[in-house]
């Protein structure tokens, strides 16, 4: 790690490697620019730049990236679940809840609070941020429908809107490649703590097969089957003998084969040979789920 001279408005800025990041525990050094306010930010956002949530979708090269790596802290990991003037007696219109604030610590509030909306995305290892580019979820629910309002900063602007001025959809929002996602006020049902827990229970009872090593989550999206429905893409790669597959450090999990686990000081390049390896075996074209940097 190699501290760089300090920036202009004073946001924290180390050569680091964004192993650290990652779920998956792989990639190389960037330039990463921790901020803590909207000056900190603008000047982040000066030069080429990318920004990191939690680093639950990611794997990054090795040789690690050009463009600076913006995190999100201070005022944007602040979490203010207070009424907001538009709530009602059955609904809250929170403060602002910042894009830094990781999503499993904001639900465990939630649960707390008796507060519902967002039961759906628990067990998703993001930060608010990154869920809402995204819109993160289960079957059970998705990141936009619990929001009310976003703020969206730009290297041009900082703009507040509302959920319905954006298309969105299935893991999907039209929110472009580094727009970040700089807060959001969250809409929430008043309920209570044994109602929100059993939800938020149900929900994750689907994860039970989950491998808990080191992961960027699901590795490929579940192909059309042809006739308007999907294959499951783990079921492909498993009728296809990979399960157990190693590559280096990195190997295709043998509890659930839709997912690359770190066995402890994998490469990025360990998990691109496992990639190209369900490729080439399992015959069919499979569209990757998370994002490869650069
Ligand atoms: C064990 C495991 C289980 C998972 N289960 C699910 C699941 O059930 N459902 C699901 O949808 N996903 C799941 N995922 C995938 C992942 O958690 C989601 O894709 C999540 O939305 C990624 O958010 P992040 O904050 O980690 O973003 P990152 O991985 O850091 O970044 C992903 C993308 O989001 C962008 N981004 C990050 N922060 C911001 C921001 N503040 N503003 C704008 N853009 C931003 C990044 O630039 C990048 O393009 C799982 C992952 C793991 C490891």
Request: net charge neutral; charged share 20%; aromatic share 6%.
């Amino acid at each position: 790690m190699t501290a760089l001279s300090g920036s202009r408005t004073g946001a924290r800025v180390e050569r680091l490697p964004l192993s650290r990041f990652t779920t998956i525990g792989v990639g190389g050094e960037a330039e990463v620019w921790t901020v803590s306010d909207h000056a900190q930010l603008a000047e982040a956002m000066a030069a080429p730049y990318r920004i990191l949530g939690g680093g639950s979708n990611l794997v990054v090269a090795d040789a690690g990236l050009s463009e600076r790596v913006i995190r999100l802290s201070g005022e944007f990991a602040v979490t203010d679940l207070s009424p907001g003037p538009e709530s009602t007696q059955g609904q809250l219109i929170t403060g602002w809840v910042g894009g830094g604030v990781p999503l499993p610590g904001l639900l465990r509030r939630l649960r707390q609070a008796g507060l519902s909306g967002l039961e759906g995305t628990v067990g998703v290892p993001a930060q608010v941020g990154g869920a809402v580019w995204m819109n993160a979820g289960t079957r059970y629910g998705e990141m936009f429908g619990g929001l009310h309002t976003l703020e969206i900063a730009t290297p041009e602007s900082v703009r507040q809107l509302s959920p319905s001025e954006l298309p969105w959809g299935y893991r999907d929002s039209a929110i472009p490649r580094n727009h970040i996602v700089t807060r959001v006020r969250l809409k929430l049902s008043y309920s209570t703590p044994e109602a929100v827990g059993a939800k938020m229970d149900f929900a994750d009872l689907a994860r039970k097969g989950q491998p808990k090593m080191r992961t960027p989550g699901c590795a490929f999206k579940n192909p059309s089957d042809g006739s308007g429905g999907k294959v499951s893409a783990g079921q492909l790669i498993d009728a296809a003998g990979l399960k157990g597959s190693q590559m280096g450090q990195a190997m295709i999990s043998p509890d659930h084969a839709n997912f690359i686990v770190n066995l402890g000081g994998a490469t990025a390049a360990d998990v691109h040979a496992l990639l190209e390896l369900i490729r080439e075996k399992v015959g069919i074209r499979l569209e990757l789920e998370y994002e490869l940097w650069p």
